[in-house]
C-alpha cells in the first residue's frame, strides 16, 4: 500500500525512515488527523472557526500540524459529542484538559496517532466510538466513530479512501467487516439502540462495495455465470455483495440474486443458466439449508450423456462442516471463495465442477 497521503517528507537532519519520529515531534497534517478521527478536513478546519480548537502552534506559522497532545483533545471532543454533549461545549472542556509539552521537549508519540496508512494492527479499542473494536486497522476506529455520530459524508469519505488505499479484499475483511461486527455486537447488548448505526454504516458499505464493481467493471470471461444468493431465511447480503464485486474484478461471470431466495426460485434458476457455481451464503445455523445445498449440487444440465452440475459453494458461518458433501466447497473467507470461482473459468473448462 502506498505511503499515507498528505504526509510530509521528513526534516532536514532526519533519514526518510525517521517520518515516524518527525510526525511526534513536530506533528501531523489536518487530512491526517481527519482520517484518524473519522471526519473530513473540512469539519476539523470548522471545529477550529466555529469553536477555536487548534493546534498549539504552526509550522512556519502558516500550516497546521497537530501534535499528539491536540490530537488527544480532539479525541476527547468526539468523545463527548458521541455521548451527546452540545459541540460547542465538548470543545470548551476538550481545550481545558490539554496537556502542553514542556518549550523545546520533544513529545513522545501517542498510541492513537498511527501513520494513516499503516499496515499494522492497533491494540485494542473502543476508540471513543463506544463500540467494541478490538485489534483493528487505524481506519476501522475512524470510519466506527463516523457511524456512531451517523455522518454519512464523513463515512463515504472514509470508505472512498478505503477502497482507493486498499484492494478489495484487504478493505473488507480488515476494515469493513470488523466495523459492521462491531455495531452489530453494541446493537445485539443495547436493546435495539445502534440499530440505526448499524443500517446507515450497512447502506454505505453496498454503496462502496457497488461502486468498486462499476469502476472495476471489465470483459467477462467467457463461460456460465456463479450465481450468488442467500438461504431462503437469510437476509444478510454484504458478504455476498463483497464477493460480487471481487468476481466483477476478476472479469467473471456472476447473478447476484441477494436476500432470502425461494428454494423453488433457486431451483428454477439453476436449470436456466446452468450456472460454473452457485454460492450460498448462511450467517448462522439457523439459516442453514444442507437439504437445498444438496439439491442444487446435484442438479445436472446440458446435453444428454454429456451432464454437468454446478459446483455449491458453502458460504457464511452457519453451514457446519458435515454439510460439506460431494460437488460442494466450504471457503474460508472472501479471497478463498474469489480463488475458487476464478480456478472453475481456467482454460476451457468453464463450465467445470472442478
Given at each position: 500500500?502506498?505511503?499515507?497521503?498528505?504526509?510530509?517528507?521528513?526534516?532536514?537532519?532526519?533519514?526518510?525512515?525517521?517520518?515516524?519520529?518527525?510526525?511526534?515531534?513536530?506533528?501531523?497534517?489536518?487530512?491526517?488527523?481527519?482520517?484518524?478521527?473519522?471526519?473530513?478536513?473540512?469539519?476539523?478546519?470548522?471545529?477550529?472557526?466555529?469553536?477555536?480548537?487548534?493546534?498549539?502552534?504552526?509550522?512556519g506559522g502558516r500550516h497546521r500540524r497537530w501534535t499528539p497532545e491536540d490530537v488527544a483533545m480532539l479525541d476527547e471532543m468526539c468523545?463527548?459529542?458521541?455521548?451527546?454533549?452540545?459541540?460547542?461545549?465538548?470543545?470548551?472542556?476538550?481545550?481545558?484538559?490539554?496537556?502542553?509539552?514542556?518549550?523545546?521537549?520533544?513529545?513522545?508519540?501517542?498510541?492513537?496517532?498511527?501513520?494513516?496508512?499503516?499496515?499494522?494492527?492497533?491494540?485494542?479499542?473502543?476508540?471513543?466510538?463506544?463500540?467494541?473494536?478490538?485489534?483493528?486497522?487505524?481506519?476501522?476506529?475512524?470510519?466506527?466513530?463516523?457511524?456512531?455520530?451517523?455522518?454519512?459524508?464523513?463515512?463515504?469519505?472514509?470508505?472512498?479512501?478505503?477502497?482507493?488505499?486498499?484492494?478489495?479484499?484487504?478493505?473488507?475483511?480488515?476494515?469493513?467487516?470488523?466495523?459492521?461486527?462491531?455495531?452489530?455486537?453494541?446493537?445485539?447488548?443495547?436493546?435495539?439502540?445502534?440499530?440505526?448505526?448499524?443500517?446507515?454504516?450497512?447502506?454505505?458499505?453496498?454503496?462502496?462495495?457497488?461502486?468498486?464493481?462499476?469502476?472495476?467493471?471489465?470483459?467477462?470471461?467467457?463461460?456460465?455465470?456463479?450465481l450468488l444468493a442467500c438461504t431462503p431465511a437469510e437476509q444478510h447480503t454484504l458478504p455476498l455483495e463483497a464477493l460480487a464485486a471481487?468476481?466483477?474484478?476478476?472479469?467473471?461471470?456472476?447473478?447476484?440474486?441477494?436476500?432470502?431466495?425461494?428454494?423453488?426460485?433457486?431451483?428454477?434458476?439453476?436449470?436456466?443458466?446452468?450456472?460454473?457455481?452457485?454460492?450460498?451464503?448462511?450467517?448462522?445455523?439457523?439459516?442453514?439449508?444442507?437439504?437445498?445445498?444438496?439439491?442444487?449440487?446435484?442438479?445436472?444440465?446440458?446435453?444428454?450423456?454429456?451432464r454437468h452440475a454446478p459446483r455449491v459453494l458453502l458460504l457464511g458461518p452457519g453451514w457446519p462442516t458435515s454439510a460439506v458433501g460431494?460437488?460442494?466447497?466450504?471457503?474460508?473467507?472472501?479471497?478463498?471463495?474469489?480463488?475458487?470461482?476464478?480456478?472453475?473459468?481456467?482454460?476451457?473448462?468453464?463450465?467445470?465442477?472442478?
Open positions: 500500500m502506498s505511503a499515507a497521503r498528505g504526509r510530509k517528507p521528513a526534516g532536514r537532519g532526519l533519514r526518510p525512515d525517521s517520518a515516524a519520529t518527525y510526525d511526534a515531534v513536530f506533528g501531523i497534517t489536518t487530512g491526517a488527523v481527519a482520517r484518524h478521527l473519522g471526519v473530513s478536513p473540512t469539519t476539523v478546519r470548522s471545529w477550529e472557526q466555529r469553536y477555536g480548537i487548534a493546534p498549539a502552534a504552526r509550522e468523545k463527548l459529542t458521541s455521548t451527546g454533549v452540545p459541540p460547542g461545549e465538548a470543545a470548551r472542556v476538550a481545550m481545558t484538559h490539554r496537556t502542553p509539552a514542556a518549550p523545546n521537549e520533544p513529545r513522545p508519540p501517542a498510541e492513537t496517532i498511527p501513520p494513516a496508512a499503516s499496515a499494522q494492527p492497533t491494540h485494542s479499542s473502543t476508540a471513543g466510538s463506544g463500540l467494541p473494536l478490538g485489534a483493528v486497522r487505524p481506519e476501522c476506529r475512524g470510519l466506527a466513530r463516523a457511524a456512531v455520530r451517523l455522518d454519512s459524508p464523513a463515512i463515504e469519505a472514509l470508505l472512498d479512501d478505503v477502497m482507493h488505499d486498499h484492494d478489495l479484499v484487504t478493505a473488507w475483511d480488515e476494515v469493513m467487516a470488523p466495523t459492521l461486527h462491531a455495531v452489530g455486537r453494541k446493537w445485539g447488548t443495547t436493546e435495539d439502540r445502534y440499530v440505526e448505526v448499524e443500517h446507515l454504516l450497512s447502506w454505505h458499505v453496498s454503496t462502496a462495495l457497488r461502486k468498486a464493481s462499476v469502476s472495476a467493471s471489465r470483459d467477462e470471461v467467457e463461460g456460465a455465470p456463479v471481487g468476481l466483477v474484478e476478476r472479469g467473471r461471470p456472476m447473478r447476484m440474486f441477494g436476500a432470502a431466495v425461494p428454494a423453488d426460485a433457486l431451483d428454477a434458476a439453476v436449470r436456466r443458466l446452468g450456472p460454473a457455481a452457485v454460492a450460498l451464503w448462511s450467517q448462522s445455523r439457523t439459516t442453514a439449508d444442507i437439504a437445498l445445498a444438496r439439491r442444487v449440487a446435484q442438479t445436472g444440465f446440458g446435453l444428454k450423456g454429456a460431494a460437488g460442494m466447497s466450504r471457503p474460508r473467507g472472501l479471497r478463498e471463495a474469489i480463488e475458487t470461482v476464478s480456478r472453475l473459468y481456467t482454460g476451457s473448462a468453464a463450465r467445470a465442477t472442478a
